[in-house]
Structures are given as structure tokens and as C-alpha cells.
């Protein structure tokens, strides 16, 4: 049978919406322009100085934890966070720890500094002793500090940032203040549940701040073999949310874009995504096969973008000498070596511990 | 002093590797994070990185070396300010122990373990005395609720109760519930607290789950358990686990609940019993009621309850109406199995609609003189294994009927704990009855065919007491 077809009269989608479509699309961006007037934080020396410590703690901690891998000491998966050290530490400087959370993946050594938690039971935890932050049973990639409102810490790629739209749900209704910062990888992002929490973030404008760490590989496959779109603060925009896109190897760039997209959300505007461009210097895990990428490209970002050498030269051109710095490196190196040695001395967990915090009530 | 680099283990497994590339030479300075050398094994390749600062006195061991056993020292550093011919007389001095293996920090694992350890790790732990039913003081009036509403009125009460808890799920609001659970939460509680979500399971019951981490107390409803398998990985692994792999930090008190089990003429996607399923894993909790009474004081448990549950309700079983004793608070324990009917012949376990037919079948076994104990397990996390074997111990016989598939079903474990624990009081092979080991058939005749009704069980009853 033949069809007639028929001309359909729809109205134009911006009429639909019964707003000025241009308008509406200047949202997306205006982020981005309010970051670009300003792309650097204007931190006071003492700011400075305290990021540097803090990069440079979770570059000596990973450091460590490599070593103490090798050594059998840390066993399974242990993601290292080396090159990637401005993204935490911009961010979670603008906090407010009073009242915002945060969550994140497998690799979350650095968020964990970042907020200052002691790195002996940090190591602890990934050498799986008693002592650990989470008696030992969780591992490298299931941290918690429900005090610290740092939420983990989740082995599945993808899931912290639907359970990150949950903390955000909970700031919201508790009526509390508090925004959500979740943070999850280039990989992640293709994940489904990515955008299923994308859609009602926005639809309830809910307060979380998404942070792609754009580290350009996950496990061995580039971002241009597995993404379609690899301009990834782009893909909030068929949600509604407003994208940034902010160089994660810079401490005060990251900061300064923490603070743009913090107001934003804090205002009641709904989510940001933010996209942290930035580089893995070390493997995926401690074990790589090392060859889907150059050396010449790792040496090139270590050479010429690495976060902590940056700072470092900003604090020299201030004035800082060297002998400064030095103290700073030498005092971490104490820090980290005595969480190294706490956490290869202290006990396993008991072996009654085996079956405790399986449930919280006894039934 | 000089520092001896050692080949590093790749893995705690690993015993020996190849030394495939140097990538400093001799008399190169190096600073912490310096990567030196790349190391291999048939799995992997590892960057080998200084941990200190220092000039590299000597390589022991060149490039392409195979074999190369975890812990020989492989190069020696000069540290500042150091000779580095120093370094290297000083390595000669201390060749002798870098035969040494490193100590296997946590070789707990791979070890037998000791008989001491046995013992301590059985989770024999001094159980609590199981607690049973509040008594229903003399007087109080039953009314007939279907357990449509006695759910409902289980929320509501909840939510009076406690501020953080609310509902969110597919048409919980505005529609009132797919199948009309819901029904009058949105009117009395806003819909700040009675949420409708989009279509999107996976990230709705992520979005619950973050919630309970935070400190609310979600009840997340699927419109029914087959389309929580795009949701099971928040259930599985945020859920359940995330207590343990917290050491008791992190808690999720969360409620998943909706229909499960075969629907009516809905065909195989829309019919199916996920008790099993969640059943098996550590860290949930587990409820599938059968009568408005416990469908009520069990939901109202769950919520409270501080741990993630999954309460597995029955869409046929919703408009039934049932005695419901009306109290000011009805809560029920939650782990403990309920006697719907004494006997001493046999005992039939069962547990949501599944009770419905083993009492239709006692019924028409008592009319042939067989007197059947019924068990509702009404939990299936944790089981209540003491009420089964009890009741065994008493009838020597025992079926389980199930509706749900046979295998790895609650019936197979029933049965194994009757075989580990109750095999003396075993008169006969513990039988189940359950539906067909096939996807469920949309035509009528077929899906009765497939599924669970009371004249099998009889049946098996039957057989059990050799009649
Ligand atoms: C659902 C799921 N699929 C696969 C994996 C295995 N896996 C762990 S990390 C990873 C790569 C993720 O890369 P990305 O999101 O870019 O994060 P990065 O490791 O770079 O920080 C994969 C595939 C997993 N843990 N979870
Ligand atoms: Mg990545």
C-alpha cells in the first residue's frame, strides 16, 4: 500500500522551549568565559607554598607505594596518581570540608592527601594491615574517610559518579550547603551511567561538580581510540550542563576554575562538568605493558608540564630560594618514610576480623 | 652510604624477570621518581624508578638479562655527595646477602592455615538469641489489608517517623505507583520525598544508593526486579560491600524494593526470581513476605535497618487481603523464619507466593491424613536455619517449594544445609519442587505448565513419606 506523506507541523524546538535559543546555549559556555578572563588564581605565598607540599607529598607518597610493590609489600591493583597532582590539590583546596564531599575512582591516593588524612594509614591500608584506614579489607582502591566527607574509592569505572549524583541528592534535601565533587576518568565517560546521571543531575539541579581527569589513556587505549568525542567538558551539553575546559598540569589554573564552577553550583545553578586535562606518568597499574605509548611522549609532559615543576618556578621567580624548597622535599621525604615504615610494621588484621563489618546490626 | 637497588617483584607473585632496558648509565645522576629501567615478565612490563637521589655507581646486571631473581641487586647508587667508586667497593661487601629474597609481607593467603587460625576465623561468633515475633496483646483488632496497602502504609509510617527517608523509582509519584504501591505518598509528602525518575535503573539506583552514603534513608523501587539488572551492580557492589570494604566506616541503609517473580501472561523478560540472585551475596539483607502482615512489619524493619536490603515483593500477591493486626508500630524481625502452620508428618519450606501453594497442598494433605508443617522463610539473607532444622528434626521429611527456577535456587541451598546439618534427622531425600528449568512461555496452557502450583507439591509430599 502506498503512503501519502505527511507534512508534519512541529513547531521549532527553541519556540517549544519559549526562550531565546542563543540564550540558552550561552549558558553552556558562560563558565568558560568567566574562567578565561582569570585563568590563574591569585594565591598568597603561603597558599603556594602549602600546595607545593601538598603535590609534592603525593608525588613522594606514590612514589613509595611503587617502591613497596615492588617489594611485595602492596599487593593486586595499585593505581598511581604521579603527574596528575594539581587536579586534587586545586580542587579540594576550594572546598569547603565543612560541608562538601567527595568521591571517586580506584586511583584515589591523591584525594585522600589532599585532605590532609595521614598517609601512615593510607599506606597501612594499601600494605592491608590492621591499621588501616579501612582495617586493611579494602585495598588500594576502596578508601573511605567518612569524617573527612571523602566517599570512596570505588573499583567499578563509572560507578562513584552515579553514587556521587546520590551525595549530591542528600546535600540538596538535607538543605545543607554542600556540593559534590566526583571525580572519574577519560574511560569512565563513556560509561552509560555517566549520562543517566548527567540527565538527573541537571533535571533536579542538583549540586555536583563532574571532574573528568583527562589523563588521555585508559589502561592502554587512547582517548582517540575510544571516544567519539574527545573535547569532553562538550558532553554535559545535551543535558544542559555547562562545560569547562581547564589545563589539570597547573595548580592555579585548576583552583581558579574550582572557583568559578563552585559558585555556579553553590548558587543553585545545577552541575558543572569540568574537564582536568593532565597526564599518567606511570603505568595504569604497577604492572603495564608499557607500549602503547612513547617514552619521548612521557619524558616531553614530565619535561615541560609537570605540576610540581611548574609551582616550583612560579615560587622561585617570588623569591623563594632553593634551600626553601628543599626544606619542604626533605621534611616530606621524613613523612613518607615513616608511613612506609608503619605500614610495613604493623600487624595484618586479626583473623577474627575476617568475618566482622560483613552487616552492621546482627539480625 | 651507597644504596643497593634490587630487582623489584612486579607482583607479589612474581619470583624472577627480565631486565629488558636500561635507561640510565653509569655515573648519570638521578632524583627521586627518575624512571631507570624497564623490567619484564611474561605478563608485564614495570618502570623501575629511583627512590632516591644519588649518581648510579655501578649496573650489576646489564640489559636483556633474563631470569633475574627478585631481590639481587642490580645496580648501586652513590648518594650525595658520595664517590661512586665508593658505592661500588661498598656493594662488594654487601653482594653476600642481596641473594636474600625480600620477606613475603602477606604470604597469609597462599599459606595453610594453622588450626588456630581456623578456629578463630568460623564465624562462630556467640549468636544472639533469635528474636521472635512481638506478642499481639489480647484484643487488638485485625483488619483486613491487602498487601498493597500494608506496603504502603509501611512508607508512609516510616516516613512520618523519620525525615530521611524517602522514595524514589519510575512512577512512584505523580502516577501513584505502576502498581499502585505508592498510591497517596506524593499527595502527604511532597515530591522532595516521593521522587519520580526518569527510565535510567542503573543510574536512579546509583543515585540511591550515593544518597544512603550520605546519610538519607532511600527506598529505591523498581517497577520490577527484571529491570534491576541494569541496577545490580549498585545492589552488588556499592551496596553490599561497601561496609566491609570500609572496616565498618562506610554504612548504605538502603532499600531496593518491587515486584519479583512471574507475573501473569507476561512472558519471559517480565517473569523472573531474583531471591537466588541477591540471596547469595555477603553484605544485604534479604525479605520476600508473603501476607500483609509481614509484608508491613517487615518493609517498616527494612527501612530501619542500617544495613542495604532487598525486599522481594509479588505482583499477584498484591491485591490479596490478609489479617493485619493494627498496632502503633508493627515491626517484625527481620532473619527469622514464621511457622504459617504446625504438623508433624513433613515440613514444607517456602517463602512468597511459593507459601500460598504449600498451604493450599497441607490442606489437601491433611484431608488424606498427612499433617504438614509449613515454613515461611521470609528472609532469604540471613536464612533462619534453625527454625528449618528444628522442624526437621520433628518431621524427619522435608520439600522446599519454590517459585523460581531449580537450579542455584534457595531450594538447592535449603537443601544442602539439611544435608550438612540435619542428615541424622534425614528419613528421606529432601525434594523440591520449583518451576520448570525453562524461560517462562507466554501461552496460557505452556506457563502453567512451567510454573510452581499446590498438586505438585502434594506430589513430592508424597513421595517424601513414601506414600
Ligand atoms: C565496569 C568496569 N569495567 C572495566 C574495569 C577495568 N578497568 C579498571 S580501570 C580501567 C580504565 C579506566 O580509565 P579511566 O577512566 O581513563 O581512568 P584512569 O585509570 O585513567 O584514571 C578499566 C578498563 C573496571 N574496573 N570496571
Ligand atoms: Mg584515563
Redesign the interface.
Known sequence: MARTAKTRKTPAKSQQQGGPSDNSDFALHSLQEAFEKAKTYDASEDEMMEFYRQMLLI??FE??A??L?????I?GFCHLY?GQEAVAIGLQSALDNDKD?V?TGYRDHGHMLAYGIDPKVIMAEL??RQA???????GSM?????EHKF??????VG?Q???????????K??EDGGLCLAYFGDGAANQ??VY??F??AS?WKLPIVFVIENNQYAMGTSTVRSSAETEFYRRGTAFRIPGMDVNGMDVLEVRAAAEVAFKHVREGNGPVLMELNTYRY??HS??????YRT?EEVQDVREHKDPIEGLKKVLVDKGKSEDDLKAIDKEIRKIVSEAADFS?NSP?P???E?????????? | MAIELKM?????TMEEGTIARW?VKEGDTVS??DILA?IETD???????A?DEGTVGKILVPEGTENVK?GTVIAVLAGEGEDVSEAAAAQATTSGEAEQQ?E???S?GEQE?SDD?KA??T?G?PK?EP?SDPAIPDGTNMASVTVREALRDAMAEEMRRDERV?VMGEEVAEYQGAYKVTQGLLEEFGP?RVID??I?E???????????????R?IVEFMTFNFAMQAI??IV??AAK??????????CPVVFRGPNGAASRVGAQHSQNYGPWYASV??L?VIAPYDSSDAKGLLKAAIR???PVVFLENELVYGRTFELPELDDHVL????ARIMREGTDVTIVSYSIGVGFALQAAEKLAEEGIEAEVIDLR?LR?LDKQTILESLAKTNRLVVAEEGWPTCSIASEVIAICMEEGFDHLDAPVLRVCNEDVPLPYAANLEKMALIDAPRIVEAVKKVCYV
Open positions: 608525588r613522594r612514589e613509595r611503587g617502591q610493590y615492588g617489594l611485595g609489600l599487593g604521579i564531599s568521591i600494605t592491608g588501616g584506614i579501612s582495617k586493611g579489607k579494602g576502596h578508601m573511605f574517610s567518612t566517599y570512596g574509592g570505588h573499583g567499578i560507578a559518579v552515579a553514587l556521587g549524583g546520590g551525595l549530591a541528592l542528600a546535600h534535601y538535607n552509560g551511567q543517566e546521571t540527565n538527573m533535571l606511570r603505568g604497577m604492572s603495564d605493558p608499557a607500549k617514552r610495613e595484618e586479626e583473623a577474627s575476617l568475618y566482622t563489618d560483613v552487616l552492621v546490626e546482627e539480625y | 623489584p617483584a612486579l607482583s607479589p635507561l627521586s621518581g624497564e605478563k608485564a612490563t614495570m618502570e623501575f624508578e627512590i627478585v625480600p613475603p609481607a602477606a597469609s592455615k587460625q578463630a576465623i564465624p561468633k544472639s528474636k524517602f522532595k525518575t526518569p535510567t542503573y543510574g536512579f539506583a546509583g543515585i540511591g544508593t550515593g544518597a544512603a552514603m550520605g546519610g538519607l532511600p551492580d549498585h557492589n556499592s561497601t561496609n566491609y570494604m570500609s572496616g565498618g566506616q562506610m554504612r555477603p553484605g539483607i535497618s542500617e544495613d524481625p527481620i532473619g527469622k528472609t540471613p
